[in-house]
């Protein structure tokens, strides 16, 4: 691996056109955000990176879905909306009606430690900004839900992207799609 602060540069298209890099330090199969977060992690710790998608198109399901995530107490809401969330309502919101049975206590421990340090790794390291949202949680009736945990991409031109913009979902002109935020 590379130092870490090194400028990496990237293509991006089918192996047809560029083929298969004959070595790399990390291959993330997937771009949705899961996907494109792991890459992007690894990539600013110097690794080069392969990103496999099967699709002609990036986003993954993320792409799908307007690219919201959901993180409990990571502070966006507190400042922009004047909405407090707390981890210990978040934790009961989790494990409430009996997932903590079921759920693994680490995993979800390691979510809510590191999830607020994720969105603000993404807009440090990106061009991407967050949008907080009053947005109820799934299931408004268990204990310890909340109406700022959600955060929704900002705006972002794929001109900026050049190229590698017509593998990006056009942008939906119907429905929901033209005003997704409740606004």
Same mark, same amino acid.
């Given at each position: !691996?590379?130092? &870490? ?31 494109? !977060? ?18 002609? #198109? ?39 009606? &009996? ?8 995993? #979800? ?21 967050? #949008? ?27 001109? &900026? ?14 429905? !929901? ?7």
């Amino acid at each position: !691996m590379v130092d &870490g602060s090194t400028q990496h540069s990237g293509s991006i298209g089918s192996v047809s056109r560029h083929g298969i890099p004959e070595e790399v330090d990390v291959v993330i199969v997937g771009s949705g955000g899961a996907g494109l !977060m792991a890459a992007l992690t690894a990539a600013k710790e110097g690794a080069r990176v392969l990103v496999v998608e099967s699709r002609e #198109i990036v986003g993954g399901a993320t792409g799908i879905s307007a690219g919201a995530a959901w993180i409990p107490n990571h502070g966006f809401s507190t400042e922009e909306l004047k909405v407090d969330d707390d981890l210990d309502e978040a934790r009961r919101y989790i494990y409430g009606e &009996g997932r903590d049975q079921i759920l693994d206590h680490d995993v #979800i421990e390691k979510f809510l430690e590191t999830g607020p340090h994720v969105a603000r790794f993404i807009e440090g390291h990106t061009s991407f900004g967050w #949008i907080p949202a009053l947005w109820p949680d799934y299931r408004s009736d268990i204990d310890g839900a909340s109406v700022g945990r959600a955060l929704f991409p900002g705006p972002y031109s794929p001109e &900026g992207l050049g190229e590698a913009a017509r593998y990006v979902r056009p942008a939906l002109t119907t429905g !929901m799609a033209r005003n997704p935020l409740p606004l």
